[in-house]
C-alpha cells in the first residue's frame, strides 16, 4: 500500500474504532439501564452506602486523590511524550483489526514472513514499546476505584475493585512484556536493515 493510500485509510480506521468504542458504550448503558429496572430491589441493595469507620475513609479519600493525581500524570506523560500523536497518525488504523493481531503475533514471535510487512510490523512494535503509560493509568483507575469502595462502603464496589484489578494484574504481566518484545523487534529489524536478512 503506498503512503497516499494509507493517509486515506487512517481517517476510516479512526472513525471505525471510535463508532465501535461509541456502540460499545451505548449497549452496556442500555443494559445497565435494563438490568436496573428488572432488578430494582436487588440493584438498590447493590448501591446501598454502608457505615465505614473514619480510619477507612480517611484511607479511601487519599486513595481517590492518589488514583486521580495517577490518572492526570499518566495522561500528562502520553500528552508529552508524543505517543498520542503518533498512534493517532499511525500507519496501522489503515489495517483491519484480525491483520493487527497477525502483525502483533509476528513482531511478538520476531518473524518477518514478507519483506513488504516490514513497515507495518515496525509501526507495530513501536506502538507496543509505547504502550508502557497504560500502567500508570490502570494502576490510577484500580486506586480510584479502591478508594471510592472504602468511601461508600457498597457491595457494587467490591465488584468494580475486583474487575479493575483483574485487569491491572494481566496488564502489569502483559504489557511490559510486549514493550520489551517491541523494543526487541526493532533492534533486531532497524529501517536500514537488508532485506535479504530478514529472510
Known sequence: ????????????????????????????????????LLAEGFAASWWRRGDPPG?????????????LVLEIAALVGI????SHRADRESRLW???????????????????????????LRATAAQMARQRWLLPLLG????????????SFAPIWIFLIGFTAVMFAVACRQVPRDARRGE??????????????LM
Open 1 to 36: 500500500m503506498d503512503g497516499t493510500g494509507q493517509r486515506e485509510g487512517i481517517r476510516p480506521g479512526r472513525r471505525r474504532f471510535w463508532l465501535l468504542g461509541a456502540g460499545t458504550v451505548l449497549v452496556f448503558v442500555l443494559v445497565s439501564l435494563l438490568v436496573g
Open 55 to 67: 480510619w477507612l475513609e480517611v484511607t479511601g479519600l487519599v486513595l481517590v486523590v492518589l488514583g
Open 79 to 82: 500528552v508529552r511524550s508524543g
Open 94 to 120: 489503515a489495517v483491519s483489526w484480525r491483520r493487527r493481531r497477525e502483525l502483533a503475533r509476528s513482531v511478538r514471535r520476531d518473524v518477518v514472513d514478507s519483506p513488504d510487512d516490514l513497515a507495518l
Open 140 to 151: 490510577g483507575l484500580v486506586a480510584l476505584n479502591v478508594g471510592q469502595g472504602l468511601l
Open 184 to 197: 526487541a523487534f526493532l533492534r533486531a529489524h532497524p529501517v536500514d536493515s537488508p532485506v535479504t536478512d
